[in-house]
């Protein structure tokens, strides 16, 4: 089995979002791209607009009747942890699959830039391949520039590295250099703030009923 995790706020989750993990789905032969909202990024500490509850329903909304899209609970509130770090929900995800999945981490251009700040950063590659999906503004032109230090790097096919430590683990790094997306989650807080009845064709239109349902972002 081939399965990615995708975090995120998905504060809300649009087409953006749809696109690159279809993207990423399809250039790995990827069984399952895993949803998975966040109940607090430790990287965003002013939290998310909506309750998780909120984000959870939308995300399975956008992901309802899309093949090979599942939504995971791995990154839910946990009393028992301080904070949702994505290195130990990598490893209790490995922990709980059997050990001959392919497991890959899927990111947009924007959180790999920040990912040496990541609790642990030098392990993440090594929990999971990373795929790193193209994001407008992002320059993705040295990708190792990105990278925690002592990693060693090094193409093996167009957009595919080998990154390799000092432990001697290896995993690869797939680019997504196609994925186009001018769309944030922020601008389209902001829009529907603006204007509440407002219909963002960015939005997948049951998120966007729920939105206006629940009143969320006004
Ligand atoms: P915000 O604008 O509030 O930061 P966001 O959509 O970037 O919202 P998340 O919902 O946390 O934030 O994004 C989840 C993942 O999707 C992140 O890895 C992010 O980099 C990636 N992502 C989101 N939007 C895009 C986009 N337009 N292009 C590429 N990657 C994206």
Known sequence: MRIAFFGGTFDPPHLGHLG?????QQTLALDTVLFA????????PSGSSASFEDRVAMTQLAIAGQPNFELSLADAP?????????????????????????????????????????????????????????RPGEDLSDISTHLPAGIAI???????????????QQSQLT??????YEISATQLRN?????????????P??????????????
């Open 37 to 44: 909202p966040v109940a607090q990024q430790p990287l965003k």
């Open 78 to 134: 946990n009393p028992a942890i301080p904070s949702n770090y994505t290195a130990d929900t990598l490893t209790r995800l490995r922990q709980s699959l059997p050990t001959d999945t392919d497991l890959y981490l899927l990111l947009g251009a924007d959180s790999l830039r920040t990912l040496a700040q990541w609790h642990r950063a030098a392990e993440i590659p090594f929990l999971a391949n990373l795929i790193v999906a193209a």
């Open 191 to 203: 829009s529907i703030r603006r204007n509440p009845s407002t219909q963002p064709a960015l939005i």
């Open 175 to 180: 680019l997504l250099l196609d994925t186009h």
């Open 20 to 24: 690159l993990a279809r993207a990423a």
């Open 154 to 168: 090094q193409l093996t096919q167009p957009n595919r590295y080998r990154l390799a430590n000092a432990q001697g």
């Open 205 to 218: 239109e049951p998120v966007l009923e729920y939105i206006h349902h629940h009143h969320l972002y006004e």
